[in-house]
């Protein structure tokens, strides 16, 4: 890629090569992005299996809770043996 300069010395128009230092090729861009895009996908699937599984739980511990305020503490046990 040719860039138009201006010669600080001679004040003259020159064509010089731009150093091509710090370009990444398009499949390192889209395979970086890719890797970036997987891992913020596990995350959130991790987050969501974490938060299913919390509320499953919940769901189970309310329901042998209320079991045992009625007196049933034998049911409540078995309820919670299920975890």
Excluded: H, W
């Excluded at 091509?20 to 997987?38: N, P, W």
């Excluded at 891992?39 to 045992?68: C, H, P, Q, W, Y």
């Amino acid at each position: 890629m040719f860039v138009e300069r201006v010669c600080p010395f001679r004040g003259e128009s020159c064509a010089r090569q731009r150093p091509l230092e710090k370009v990444m090729s398009v499949t390192t861009v889209y395979q970086t992005t890719c890797r970036f895009c997987e891992s913020i996908e596990a995350g959130i699937m991790l987050s969501l299996a974490f938060i299913a599984d919390f509320f499953a739980v919940a769901r189970v511990a309310t329901k042998a809770s209320n079991v045992a305020m009625s007196g049933d503490y034998e049911e409540a046990k078995r309820i919670i043996k299920t975890l």
